[in-house]
């Protein structure tokens, strides 16, 4: 069990700009969740796949961004045209599936839009 | 959807206990929580299921009442390394995923 591995750990981008991030989930884990988290706020739930499926995504995500988990293994969020709000540390959690699990965080990656 | 943690912060002495409480407007099926240090991943510290079982790990323990759809933790006889913010994250009924309040940021002082 290695943990839950997302690159890159930090990116800086120019406003306007296309960024995409990966996360290697817990390799047993068939469940894999993006979350994005501001300065003073908890994670706030971005998407959530089931195997390759992606079976949940927040309203409050714009269709600048996109997720994707081929094969079901790795996960990459892309966002296109960056916006100065769209600043923020970027989540990956995985968990097994079968009932309540944990979820299990990745370090994230903190995105900063200049 | 997202739960609602009380206090915001709170500041305790080395062997002092707290209560940290969460609620949601939506019944749920699960109550997780979390630890998150600064600048690192949120860790997992344990899950109640509906049915208003308590749970506890070490000196930390927690509860769940699903009627009020509130969940209280307890540290008890905190020490320095229980400092970070706690999350719960709420899972409503029927959802796949967890909703996570704005974090209680405790502080343990020698």
Known sequence: ?114 | QQPVQSPQAVILREGEDAVINCSSSKALYSVHWYRQKHGEAPVFLMILLKGGEQKGHEKISASFNEKKQQSSLYLTASQLSYSGTYFCGTEPTGANNLFFGTGTRLTVIP
Request: proline share 4%.
């Open chain 1, 1 to 114: 069990d290695t943990g839950v591995s997302q690159n890159p750990r930090h990116k800086i981008t120019k406003r306007g700009q296309n960024v995409t991030f990966r996360c290697d989930p817990i390799s047993e884990h068939n469940r894999l969740y993006w979350y994005r988290q501001t300065l003073g706020q908890g994670p706030e739930f971005l998407t959530y796949f089931q195997n390759e499926a992606q079976l949940e995504k927040s309203r409050l995500l714009s269709d600048r961004f996109s997720a994707e988990r081929p094969k079901g293994s790795f996960s990459t969020l892309e966002i296109q045209r960056t916006e100065q709000g769209d600043s923020a540390m970027y989540l990956c959690a995985s968990a097994h599936d079968g009932g309540v699990t944990p979820l299990h965080f990745g370090n994230g990656t903190r995105l900063t839009v200049t």
